[in-house]
């Protein structure tokens, strides 16, 4: 089964600094497409950025990127010049057909 | 944009109840799919359905059953509510890729007493 692993259940960070957001998952595919979503407050799912699992160039979306390590199964996003409507909760997950969520990331940006 | 609308932003009913969750999409997509969300849990899958009348259990599905008789519907129900299925439900449709990204719709959030 897959599986996605957020270690962090909680993260801070100070506004305009940066902050990285684990994920680990686990699959024996080869072709998947890995993603992180932010849900607000207002509870709507937003598509933060999505990762090809073929391509080698890690996907950046203005001062959203991610670190994607193929071989140990990681995909971490990385927050530069954090803003207040940044904090929300944020999940990463894995797409083969269906699609798989890790339990989140409750992020807090203090002023 | 595309619009995925669920019938209810929330909902309460009684252990023993028969309960419909419903979920429209209007963007012409195959599939859809219904998550319960739940502290601490993130977004567990219940059913997918890659398209009209075609359905696949996810990782929770006892309890719970679905019906797609359209394309831009697809309906959840809990045969007799319990509470433990008190929780967040959040509906998806996507183009059939796996590139396709999830649009969501609010979600539900059901109270069962």
């Known amino acids: 089964a897959q599986t996605v692993t957020q270690s962090q259940p909680e993260m801070s960070v100070q506004e305009a600094e940066t902050v990285t957001l684990s994920c680990t998952y686990d699959?024996?595919?080869?072709?998947?497409?890995l993603f992180w979503y932010k849900q607000p407050p207002s509870r709507q799912m937003i598509l933060v950025i999505r990762?090809?699992?073929?391509?080698?160039q890690n996907a950046t979306e203005n001062r959203f990127s991610v670190n994607f390590q193929k071989a140990a199964k990681s995909f971490s996003l990385k927050i530069s010049d954090s803003q207040l409507g940044d904090a929300a909760m944020y999940f990463c997950?894995?797409?083969?057909?269906?699609?798989?969520f890790g339990a989140g990331t409750r992020l807090t940006v203090k002023p | 944009d595309v619009k995925v609308t669920q019938s209810s932003r929330y909902l309460v009913k009684r252990t023993g109840e028969k309960v419909f969750l419903e979920c429209v999409q209007d963007?012409?997509?195959?599939?859809m799919f219904w998550y319960r969300q739940d502290p601490g849990l993130g977004l567990r899958l219940i059913y997918f359905?890659?398209?009209?009348?075609?359905?696949e259990k996810g990782d929770i599905p006892e309890g719970y059953s679905v019906s797609r008789e359209k394309k831009e519907r697809f309906s959840l129900i809990l045969e007799s509510a319990s509470t433990n299925q008190t929780s967040m439900y959040l509906c998806?449709?996507?183009?059939?890729?796996?590139?396709?990204?999830?649009?969501f719709g609010s979600g539900t959030q059901l109270s069962v007493l």
């Open positions: 963007m012409d997509h195959e599939n």
């Open positions: 359905s890659y398209d009209v009348k075609m359905k």
């Open positions: 997950a894995y797409r083969i057909g269906d699609m798989r």
């Open positions: 990762q090809e699992a073929y391509k080698q």
């Open positions: 998806a449709s996507s183009l059939r890729t796996v590139r396709g990204k999830l649009f």
């Open positions: 699959t024996s595919e080869s072709d998947y497409y």
